[in-house]
């Protein structure tokens, strides 16, 4: 996974990269921050989805594909997605 900086040094980068404006954008940067969060999120959802074989579980959820090969049923497990990116990566 990409390191992402601190909320701390992220600011302190956001400054010097806005020549250490005092009336820097808060919304701006709150908004990159973000971003940079949700593209790791997404990134590591992508990489740990379990797609299952037709079985019933809590947090999955039944899916189905048609195509000129036939219909394929299979479940995603919700939780392996829900669960990809953790709240401690967020500092």
Avoid: C, R, W
């Avoid at 048609?66 to 990566?89: H, M, R």
């Amino acid at each position: 996974m990409k390191k992402i900086p601190t909320a701390k040094k992220f600011i302190e980068n956001y400054i010097e990269e806005n020549n250490h404006d005092s009336n820097i954008d808060m919304e701006d940067a709150l908004i990159e921050f973000a971003k940079l969060h949700v593209e790791a999120a997404l990134k590591e959802a992508s990489e740990k989805a379990l797609v299952l074989d037709m079985q019933e579980k809590d947090t999955a959820e039944i899916m189905g594909v048609s195509n000129e090969y036939g219909d394929y049923n299979f479940t995603v497990d919700k939780a392996s997605i829900l669960n990809s990116y953790s709240f401690e990566n967020i500092k």
